[in-house]
């Protein structure tokens, strides 16, 4: 048995992985049995030598990743398969396999389903694999086996490892993005039975924003004889779905000319020639500073404002300007969804945000549905950091 290396953190630093968080910070390790290269496996000590975990080593601040707190006799493909497996049973306990009306949705959400640095999305058989980790990177490979070998071949076409902007170049020998299993162009999916064609490889994420389903779900409720006004669009999910569900006039915004591409095709894919959908290419905020429009609904969901801690006070007031212009837009009585998927916004923080946009546009508003991201991005109860998306849908007068 091939003996891995050990990590020995300080005095008391070992409270955390008594409490199944799954990160070791930098600042915790005290020793290392040897030199460490990224992507390594080691086995995490107490300072009095009790084993606690075994994760992943990656230089940062973010040290090691965790996946287990089991000790192994071998971290093994036998090991990698038990944890997909868990995974695939996990998605099949909530209704997503074998489902008429949606074939898409995400088979590893990272730190909750104890794999942290990957995440896998199931796009009607196609299987996009992404890496946050060295670590992950390295095995995405015997992972993609894994998945044909748990799902048998009939489930997947294709594995597809889109990693080249998130492992940086220098970490690895390659992050080539490549098909490790099968090969296929863009696929379609279904989603409630609305359907999207998924460009996995030149969009941005894994292709679709899966952690969006359930609020979309939410807004389709409130559609019918409506005008919607979507911005940061990008492929037109949710403008898709207001259209299909009987808005009559949506408008679509993004700066992209490639997400307008395909927001107009998904459009053109359930609805045809419709002349109730829009669709400008230009910059959110430019868009809703010159538009003097009053809709029904509008629909908020930008790109994170903040990725760092560093950049929170500048991402609080792109949230407030964003939702004061927001706002702006709304008719009386209009409903306004909005989002962010900054991790370190916290819900207060975003709260305050809409809060100080309401006052800004002195109009009551009042929150109907508090919203969050999907069910299958699951949320580790110990990791606290795997709920990332906060929304809000407001009423306002």
Known sequence: MKMLPQVTLKEGREKSLLKKHLWVFSGAIKTCSKQLEDGETVEVYSEKGEYLATGHFQKG???????????????????????????????????????????????????????????????????VLQAHSVGMFKLLPELAECFVECLGKDKVTAVFSKSGMTIKQAETDTTKDMFLYGDTGSVVISENGIKFDIDFVNGQKTGFFLDQKRNREILAQHCKGKSVLNIFCYTGAFSAYALANGASKVVSVDVSENAIEMTDHNVKLNCGNTTAHKSYTKDAFEFLTQNTEKFD??????PAFAKHLDARNNAMKAYRRLNTLGIKSLDTNGLLFTFSCSQVISKTDFLTAVYNAATDMKRKVSIIYQLHQAPDHLINIFHPETEYLKGLALITD
């Open 61 to 127: 601040s973010i040290a090691i990743r965790i996946f287990s707190f089991k000790k192994f006799a071998a971290i093994d493909h036998a090991f990698w398969k038990s944890m997909v497996n868990s995974a695939i049973l996990r998605r099949k306990a909530l209704g997503l396999f074998d489902n008429e009306e949606t074939n898409a949705f995400r088979l590893i959400h990272g730190e909750g389903d104890d794999m942290p640095g990957l995440i896998a999305d199931y796009y009607n058989g196609v299987i």
């Open 297 to 302: 609904i509008v629909i908020l969901d930008p």
